[in-house]
């Protein structure tokens, strides 16, 4: 069974197999964790997205979906790239996002990796409110069958942390 975890921190110095970006759909890069991920982990891993934006992924990643790369310079061995859907107050979204960590956990499970580290993914500039983004994550975690013995979700703020906290104990 998967332990789940939370950090207050930053995930760019986690010691683990896998750290998952919050990723744009072009795969090279932007705002938020997926910024900080390119900048501390240099050069290798946008070398590694364009190379996938040149073979399978011409159009940019979907979102929901997962592919992994090399981790660069992070403490980690693989970085996880995953799209996160835009927040929406018309269109349920929910299983966009939930895919986002059944997707990060199977990739995670072809390379073998026994502990992931997690952003909040889509709770930041896609707006996805802070307890509905906490509880899918938590929820589908939780419900996905996976190899990884751990799951950390490195949360970069107090509140975020409060709302992964509160999720995890429901």
């Not at 705002?31 to 934006?53: F, N, S």
Request: proline residues 4%.
């Amino acid at each position: 069974m998967t332990r789940i975890t939370l950090i207050q921190g930053d995930i760019t110095e986690q010691k683990v197999d896998a750290v998952v970006n919050a990723a744009n759909s072009s795969l090279l890069g932007g705002g938020g964790v997926d910024g900080a991920i390119h900048r501390r982990g240099g050069p290798e891993i946008l070398t590694a997205c364009r190379e996938l934006r040149a073979s399978q992924y011409g159009k940019g990643l979907p979102t929901g979906q997962a592919v992994a790369t090399t981790a660069g310079r992070l403490p980690a061995r693989w970085v996880i790239h995953t799209v996160g859907p835009v927040y929406s107050r018309s269109e349920d979204r929910s299983e966009l996002l939930a895919s986002c960590y059944r997707e990060s956990l199977r990739v995670a499970d072809e390379l073998g990796a026994a502990t992931v580290a997690f952003p909040a993914v889509s709770a930041g500039i896609y707006g996805w409110p802070l307890d509905d983004a906490a509880r899918i994550a938590v929820g589908t975690v939780r419900a996905t069958p996976s190899g990884v013995k751990e799951v950390r979700f490195v949360l970069f703020t107090e509140d975020v942390h409060d709302a992964f906290a509160q999720a995890l104990a429901d």
